[in-house]
């Protein structure tokens, strides 16, 4: 479990320090209102936000290579399987290529964002209703229509809304792992039997 944890850790890691070197060297990321993938349509930034996006995808696929495809996890495996590769997705998309790539990596951002979503209310469902796993997807489902909100204007909090996003899915799903993997022994001393 704990090698499981840490390699979620180094997921959230790579996402949070990748973006915070890319805010450093471009600091007007946080008002163009063009989101965390502003960042991969410059040279000076290019390195660092594929430090974040690729590295988290990375561990964030480690980590589900940890989880046994068991009955109680097989969904969370799954999902965190398709995340990892939506991520990659969104790095290879970038949206100033032209139109139809754009519309592309907005697709592959939506239906990454509906993953997560989806995820962290079951989360919710699969521990019993506990507070804190409502409450972070709460705020994640919050920032999750302010991101949707500011997709078109020219200025916005898009960027924000989205690492907003990220913090609770990455804290819900971390929070989750000890759950998760305590219901999946269980299961695999049941199936030994």
């Not at 799903?173 to 219901?183: D, E, N």
Request: charged content about 10%; proline content about 3%; some cysteine.
């Amino acid at each position: 479990m704990e090698r499981t944890r840490q390699l979620f850790l180094y997921s959230q890691f790579c996402l949070y320090v990748g973006l915070a070197i890319c805010i450093i060297i471009k600091p007007r990321g946080l008002t163009i209102n063009n989101g965390i993938s502003y960042y991969g349509t410059f040279k000076l930034t290019i390195i660092p936000y594929c430090f974040a996006l690729f590295g988290s995808a990375f561990f964030c696929l480690r980590g589900t290579q940890e989880l046994s495809i068991s009955t109680s996890v097989r969904l969370v495996h799954y999902v965190l399987l398709a995340v990892s590769i939506l991520i990659v997705g969104i790095v290879i998309t970038p949206y100033t290529i032209s139109r139809l790539v754009s519309a592309l990596h907005e697709t592959i951002g939506s239906v990454l964002f509906s993953l997560q979503l989806l995820l962290s209310l079951w989360l919710i469902v699969y521990l019993q209703f506990k507070f804190w796993a409502i409450t972070l997807t709460v705020l994640e489902f919050a920032a999750g229509v302010v991101s949707l909100i500011y997709l078109a204007p020219r200025h916005g909090y898009l960027l924000e809304s989205q690492i907003i996003f990220q913090i609770c899915f990455g804290i819900l799903l971390i929070s989750s792992l000890p759950y998760l993997v305590k219901t999946d022994r269980l299961h695999a001393v049941r199936d030994r039997r």
